[in-house]
């Protein structure tokens, strides 16, 4: 008999993970904090996050059953390391892939009024193609006025998410491997039909 390649069941907890970060802030921000400082204590998150202990707590346990933070038990101080996690949807022959970066554009929405409302108003499909559109604007290669009218947004909405997109990308491109993955806009439009 032959044996399915790859883990079909790994694959989809993977899919699930990623979904539930995406539409958790708490745990996409506790999620790329961890990242982007690598190992890192409880009372480094409570302190960093300025969350309460016992949050900390229950959050790392939940991300640590998700697959997607390790706890090192070796010493008394656990520490926490989060995997890098990326994965690609294709609907229809449109691609795009979700990293790091985006999910900590979700985890941002509680702190960034802009990016708030922009995934409260129009979904969590604007946040991915308004970073899209932050790539190239990061990069030099298109103005932010030129983004915000292919945003189809109200100006100068579009402009306040870019610059809080800015942020996120500066922060992260450092730390997500996976960030050359993230479709740019200048090279590949995204498909606004549906």
Same mark, same amino acid.
């Given at each position: 008999?032959?044996?399915?390649?790859?883990?079909?069941?790994r694959?989809?907890?993977?899919?699930?993970?990623?979904?539930?970060? %995406? +539409?958790?802030p708490?745990?996409a921000?506790?999620? =790329? !904090?961890?990242?982007r400082?690598?190992a890192? *204590?409880i009372?480094?998150i409570?302190?960093?996050l300025?969350?309460?202990r016992t949050t900390?707590?229950?959050d790392t346990?939940t991300l640590?059953?998700?697959?997607? %933070? +390790?706890r090192d038990?070796?010493?008394?101080?656990? =520490? !926490?390391?989060?995997t890098?996690?990326?994965? *690609?949807?294709d609907?229809?022959?449109?691609?795009?892939?979700?990293?790091?970066?985006?999910?900590?554009?979700?985890?941002?929405?509680?702190?960034?009024?802009?990016?708030d409302?922009?995934?409260?108003?129009?979904?969590?499909?604007?946040l991915a193609?308004?970073?899209?559109y932050?790539?190239?604007?990061?990069?030099?290669?298109?103005?932010?006025r030129i983004?915000?009218?292919?945003?189809?947004l109200?100006?100068?909405?579009a402009?306040a998410v870019?610059?809080?997109?800015?942020?996120?990308?500066?922060?992260?491109?450092?730390h997500?491997?996976?960030?050359?993955r993230?479709?740019?806009a200048?090279d590949?439009?995204p498909?606004?039909?549906?």
């Amino acid at each position: 008999m032959a044996k399915a390649e790859g883990n079909p069941e790994r694959v989809i907890d993977g899919f699930l993970s990623v979904a539930q970060l %995406l +539409s958790e802030p708490r745990l996409a921000r506790l999620y =790329t !904090y961890i990242l982007r400082n690598e190992a890192v *204590t409880i009372d480094e998150i409570v302190d960093g996050l300025e969350t309460p202990r016992t949050t900390a707590y229950s959050d790392t346990a939940t991300l640590v059953e998700m697959g997607v %933070l +390790s706890r090192d038990e070796a010493q008394k101080t656990h =520490t !926490y390391t989060a995997t890098p996690i990326t994965l *690609t949807a294709d609907l229809d022959g449109a691609e795009y892939t979700i990293t790091p970066t985006l999910i900590e554009a979700v985890g941002r929405t509680p702190q960034d009024q802009d990016l708030d409302l922009l995934l409260d108003r129009y979904g969590l499909g604007k946040l991915a193609a308004a970073l899209t559109y932050a790539v190239p604007y990061v990069d030099g290669e298109m103005t932010e006025r030129i983004a915000a009218r292919e945003l189809d947004l109200q100006v100068a909405f579009a402009i306040a998410v870019l610059h809080a997109l800015r942020e996120v990308i500066l922060e992260m491109q450092p730390h997500d491997p996976y960030f050359d993955r993230i479709q740019n806009a200048r090279d590949h439009p995204p498909n606004t039909e549906t």
